[in-house]
């Protein structure tokens, strides 16, 4: 995988708002959805092992000049979740496997962010440490986590959970990005599994239009 584009326009995207965006791996397919339309699909065969997800900061350590808040943050390990356009939910995603508003997939969710003040996993199987970074009582859902654009962040501990090898996932959230924090490179996250490899999702406003990326 180069470097894949999901273009984005005003008519699929919000700045100043609530949108949905979703990484779905497929095989050799990675999809990149925005408000639940399909804007990237590109061949991607790289393998992954154990490391970190780092949230609003360049893989390179510089600092990422992302700004603007993130809510409801989901990890499906071993599971291509979106394949074709779907209708984002209207609701915060579900917290059991249990009757309701279930998630036939949840078993397989390694990490899900609820942001209410704390970054508890509500899955319980990662720790995780922000720096710098604080709560917005204006979430998607309740409250979120905000970042301003300048030394603040969000990492995971190390874990054999980041091990996806060649397999299916799917990494999803809402995000509100301030149009004060668009230009080129505003990292949303990066995973890394050692050495120099790593996968950088971010996005690029800098030339008028605007581009998803995902690189390595």
Request: net charge negative.
């Amino acid at each position: 995988l180069s470097t894949p584009q999901g273009n984005f326009s005003t008519s699929n995207f919000g700045w100043n708002a609530w949108n949905h965006i979703a990484f779905s791996r497929q095989g050799t397919n990675m999809r990149i959805f925005l408000n639940g339309v399909l804007i990237n699909n590109s061949t991607m065969s790289t393998s992954f092992g154990n490391g970190v997800l780092t949230w609003a900061k360049r893989y390179t350590g510089t600092a990422s000049t992302l700004q603007g808040y993130y809510d409801d943050f989901r990890i499906t390990k071993g599971v291509a979740r979106y394949t074709q356009a779907f209708t984002p939910t209207a609701v915060e995603f579900p917290t059991s496997d249990g009757v309701g508003s279930a998630d036939p997939n949840y078993g397989s969710v390694i990490s899900l962010m609820k942001f209410e003040d704390n970054y508890t996993d509500d899955k319980g199987l990662l720790t995780w440490t922000g720096t710098n970074t604080s709560f917005n009582s204006s979430g998607k859902f309740g409250k979120a986590v905000e970042f301003n654009a300048t030394s603040d962040r969000l990492d995971s501990n190390t874990s054999s959970l980041w091990t996806w090898g060649t397999n299916d996932y799917t990494i999803e959230m809402w995000v509100y990005w301030n149009s004060t924090g668009a230009g080129s490179y505003r990292n949303l996250f990066f995973t890394e599994a050692g050495g120099t490899e790593y996968l950088q999702y971010y996005i690029d406003n800098s030339g008028g239009g605007g581009n998803f990326n995902v690189y390595n």
